[in-house]
């Protein structure tokens, strides 16, 4: 097998020399950096990488965790942040948590065992008391959640603002009776929302009904059993905020089956504005989340807390939110006055 001392040689260099060219070392003449690249080919040495990473005490890893890979807002996530990170030739590792406080613990041990560079948290199932100790070996980035507890930065959007935002849009069209629907209350991302929606009820003077309100739905599926229940209540809801694009597609998609109209009967509103809300017919009303800026965002920021290991620094990047307004809540006509 073919040594660096096998390059050296060949190159009429030193092993010093050699080592320094493979690992970018400024002070390298142009000369002795083509004689050791041109020794390299001709050999066929390929230098070891984690051996490289041992001596610099980098892994080129940085670990990400969602609670759902299924979940279209993380998938689209997850390949924003992996070609950000392969630019700056590292890779990612995907962690699916399912919310689980476990799995996310045995997760972190990843960055204890110096595994990974750093971990990317887009939701928190374990309080922040318990994660903290784990920035004793390496950076932790909040990325679509925020913690107000917590000493690192967080890149996010104000989730209240967004529920507000969106709650107020129904009530503008004239709704009072108003459901919600989100995934995991227990989240901080879903807390937020619900107190702006609140809160839009509130400033409206209207009533915050707990039997309008559907905690624990993730996908399409569950936003078809939603509207179940919806079409057998007594005093049934006109209008609904979902935590999801997907939601809000499987609530429209069930609603349809059943001869509802949307919006005449039901008004819905989705988040994330991914791809299926242009799909859909009718197409989907959705709170905008900037998911290339978050992302890019993010990953510059993990880079500069590896470089510099000043990892315990609270650091707040919130980012715009926006409502695009489709024909699930407002009528194609009014839509094209």
């Keep these: 097998m073919t040594t660096i001392e096998d390059v050296a040689r060949l190159a009429g260099l030193s092993r010093t020399t050699v080592s320094r060219v493979i690992n970018n070392h400024p002070y390298v003449s142009k000369t002795k950096k083509k004689l050791v690249l041109e020794a390299m080919e001709e050999l066929g040495y390929v230098p070891n990488s984690a051996a490289r990473s041992l001596r610099n005490q980098r892994t080129g890893v940085i670990a990400v965790f969602i609670p759902r890979v299924m979940n279209p807002f993380f998938s689209q996530l997850i390949e924003i942040l992996e070609m950000a990170a392969s630019e700056k030739e590292y890779q990612l590792i995907v962690c699916q948590t399912l919310y689980s406080k476990t799995k996310e613990l045995a997760y972190l041990n990843l960055l204890k065992t110096r595994q990974v560079d750093g971990v990317i948290m887009t939701s928190m199932s374990n309080s922040w008391e318990i994660i903290q100790p784990f920035l004793d070996y390496g950076p932790i980035v909040l990325c679509n959640e925020y913690e107000d507890q917590a000493t690192v ?78 079409q057998y209540m007594e005093e049934k809801p006109t209008a609904i905020f979902t935590g999801s694009d997907e939601l809000a597609a499987g609530i429209i998609a069930e609603a349809k089956k059943s001869g509802w109209s949307i919006p005449e009967d039901l008004a819905v509103i989705g988040f994330d504005n991914q791809k299926i809300t242009e799909l859909m017919d009718p197409m989907i009303t959705t709170v905008h989340q900037p998911l290339e800026e978050m992302g890019n965002k993010t990953l510059s920021v993990m880079m500069e807390k590896i470089h510099s290991k000043n990892y315990a620094r609270k650091e707040i990047h919130q980012f715009y939110i926006d409502l695009i307004v489709r024909e699930s809540t407002v009528s194609r006509n009014l839509i094209s006055l």
């Design 153 to 230: 930065p967080m890149i996010y959007i104000d989730q209240y603002e967004a529920g507000y935002l969106a709650t107020k849009h129904l009530i503008d069209q004239g709704h009072e009776k108003i459901a919600y629907c989100c995934g995991r209350y227990a989240s901080n991302v879903a807390a937020a929302r619900e107190k702006g929606f609140k809160k839009a009820l509130q400033d409206a003077r209207l009533p915050f009904l707990e039997e309008y309100a559907f905690r624990t739905a993730f996908q399409c599926s569950d936003g078809k059993q939603v509207f179940e229940k919806i």
